[in-house]
């Protein structure tokens, strides 16, 4: 994996490589191994480039330039059918001076333009000048494993594989956007193209941007599946076989040390199996996990049992509670803008642990998203289903757990009150109340009212509900599928996922995120993906004679942190101190009776406010740190 970062002018203004170079120190953690340079000979394009070497180290140097010198590329990724593309490419009399994957991207190019990004299958994110063209390309891979960041400027583009080398450039002006922070404040996190910074964007994925002009505008390559297709069970359980079998061959080709993130669960765990039946035993595949003190949220031992089966070369971590004050705030500048998933403090830790054995990390991130597998899709289908004296039933039942039922948001009374409150509203709505950290009303009586104005606090519902109810799909577990591959895996998963990860200069790759397995998974009929008391039915059918039966039938956890207690415990002072007396009080931003009641509400256990607390934290450290 790598990091580049540049610019490239529109008139007669020149563009600076030493500048290049300068911002691409910034992201000396996603490739310590290299640094490069280009700046072309017209003096319009500048890119400073950061390597970690993986796929042939010796010559396979970057920014690289086709045969003819004619395009020049700054890749972060790998492409995994790049030997398929290579072959292709010979036959029409491409030569080849590498025997890595790179090379094949200024060729493709060359060969047939942008259309090129409909054959390449990987994760990527790539900067690409066109030099007779007069123009540069900016591209990411389909789902968003990896990220790209870009500032239109009037006489130039910067762009960045983070926003810190971004920043680093001296006309990107960082500017905090209100409506940004309502989003963040409604979700946890900025969906793409929003950035927390007003005219900074992120490249929404599956998008390419050909530059000559400040008025270029993104351009979609690629569509999620829309519709759903006969098959048999038969045959989809074959061709979910096939195609992970091929995805996880695919993505073991590497010239350095490989293991993989293992939590014990059906997509980490059906990952790591695939690899050991394609190295052919079990010791030549290193597996990691994580967890916690607290029993409850620790999966060591559901991962060991995975390991134990499979023979792999096992390693764990244990993650104490003061991690989560030693390393906030390290986390909270490594993301660069504010981000509340608190499993990243988790991930981050066991991808320090990996690296001191391996490069690069298999993961089973996506198989969630792809096969159905999370709790509020069957929710979804449940109630639009359900019928007069099944809404009478549940309304019934989440009032009483209301006044007597246990606070504690991870217990199903809890998910029963939330999926409760929205049975009078449209599905998107429902859904929405589901997803949602804080609502426009929720915001508004926690902000100040200048701030509530400027930050729009309506827009991130409208925003999310007609996310929601833009395409047409078969039932509503699809509608809720697409919407979180749209923007919840790759502006939550994938963000956690690569900044952690690259931070230890640790390589990570999803098979599940195959844009074939994707293909068929959103594809399938929902009667094959879910059954009434679990998702991923399918991964169960095609996988499940290859791991222990408890791996497809102990309930679902998640890779969840226990901040419900921390924050009650050791993350207190700082949290009290950050949100009470800091920058979110004091710049007018918050209502500080609204804060305090969120803090006593959750430490006297009169709710359970742990991810509105966590986000509103992340904020304020992120607010102290710029």
């Keep these: 994996m790598c990091g580049f970062a540049g610019e490239f002018t529109f008139g007669a203004a020149r563009a600076n490589v030493t500048l290049g170079a300068i911002m691409a120190s910034h992201l000396v953690h996603r490739g310590p191994d290299e640094a490069g340079a280009y700046l072309s000979s017209d003096g319009r394009c500048a890119i400073g480039f950061r390597r970690l070497s993986v796929l042939d180290p010796p010559l396979s140097k970057q920014p690289m330039a086709s045969a003819d010198g004619l395009a020049v590329v700054a890749f972060n990724g790998e492409i995994y059918n790049f030997r398929d593309l290579r ?104 969906p793409h193209p929003r950035s927390i910074w007003k005219n900074i964007h992120k490249l929404s994925p599956a998008h390419y941007l050909l530059v000559d002009s400040p008025a270029a505008k993104p351009q979609r390559y690629w569509q999620m599946p829309l519709s759903t297709m006969k098959i048999s069970q038969h045959d989809a359980i074959e061709q979910t076989r096939v195609l992970l079998r091929q995805s996880v061959r695919q993505r073991m080709e590497s010239d350095v040390p490989l293991g993989a993130l293992l939590s014990g669960g059906v997509d980490s765990s059906i990952t790591a199996a695939l690899m050991v039946e394609a190295a052919g035993r079990g010791q030549a595949v290193q597996t990691f996990s ?56 988790a991930l981050y830790l066991i991808c320090q642990a990996a690296r001191q054995h391996v490069t690069v990390a298999m993961t089973g991130d996506g198989g969630d998203e792809v096969f159905g597998g999370y709790d509020r899709y069957r929710a979804m289908q449940f109630t639009s289903a359900m019928g007069g004296m099944g809404w009478a039933t549940m309304k019934l039942l989440a009032g009483v757990t209301k006044l007597a039922g246990p606070k504690d948001e991870k217990s199903l009374a809890r998910r029963l009150v939330r999926l409760s409150d929205g049975l009078d509203d449209v599905p998107a709505m429902q859904y929405f109340l589901y997803r949602r950290l804080l609502g426009p009303g929720q915001l ?35 509608y809720a599928q697409h919407h979180d591959l749209a923007t919840y895996l790759p502006d939550d998963m994938l963000v956690k996922a690569d900044i952690a990860s690259m931070a230890h200069s640790l390589e990570l790759r999803a098979p599940l995120l195959d844009s074939a397995v994707v293909a068929l998974g959103l594809s399938l009929p929902c009667k094959l993906k879910a059954g009434p008391l679990r998702g991923k039915k399918i991964l169960h059918k095609a996988f499940g004679d290859l791991l222990p039966s408890e791996v497809f039938t102990r309930p679902k956890r998640g890779f969840a942190v226990p901040i419900d207690s921390w924050l009650r415990g050791e993350l207190f002072d700082m949290m009290y101190e950050t949100l009470l007396e800091g920058p979110l009080i004091r710049r007018g931003w918050l209502a500080r009776p609204a804060v305090e009641q969120l803090i006593n509400e959750h430490q006297h256990h009169v709710a359970d406010h742990r991810h509105r607390l966590w986000a509103l934290l992340c904020l304020g450290r992120w607010l102290m740190l710029k």
């Excluded at 200024?106 to 790539?126: C, N, T, W």
């Excluded at 409850?296 to 971590?317: C, I, M, N, W």
């Excluded at 606090?457 to 699809?478: G, K, S």
Aim: charged share 25%; proline share 7%.
């Design 87 to 190: 072959t292709r490419l010979q036959q029409a009399g491409v030569k080849f001076g590498t025997q890595g994957d790179t090379e094949v991207l200024p060729a493709l190019y060359r060969s047939i333009g942008p259309e090129m990004l409909k054959d390449v299958e990987g994760m990527f994110a790539f900067a690409l000048h066109d030099v007779p063209g007069n123009r540069l390309m900016l591209a990411r891979d389909r789902l968003g494993e990896k990220p790209l960041w870009y500032c239109l400027l009037p006489d130039r583009v910067v762009f960045a594989s983070e926003a810190k080398a971004l920043l680093a450039h001296p006309m990107v002006q960082p500017e905090i956007d209100p409506r940004a922070i309502a989003f963040y404040l409604s979700l946890g996190y900025v």
């Design 290 to 345: 994580a967890g916690f003190e607290q029993q409850s949220f620790d999966e060591r031992p559901y991962a060991r049992r995975v390991a134990q089966r499979l023979g792999t070369k096992h390693t764990e971590l244990l993650i104490k509670p003061d991690d989560a004050g030693k390393l906030l705030d390290t986390l909270v500048k490594q993301y660069d803008e504010p981000f509340a998933d608190s499993s990243a403090l």
């Design 444 to 478: 508004a009586a926690l902000m100040q009212p200048d701030f509530a104005k400027a930050a729009i606090v309506d827009q991130p519902q409208e925003w999310f509900i007609e996310l929601y109810e833009e395409p047409e799909y078969d039932d509503e577990f699809a």
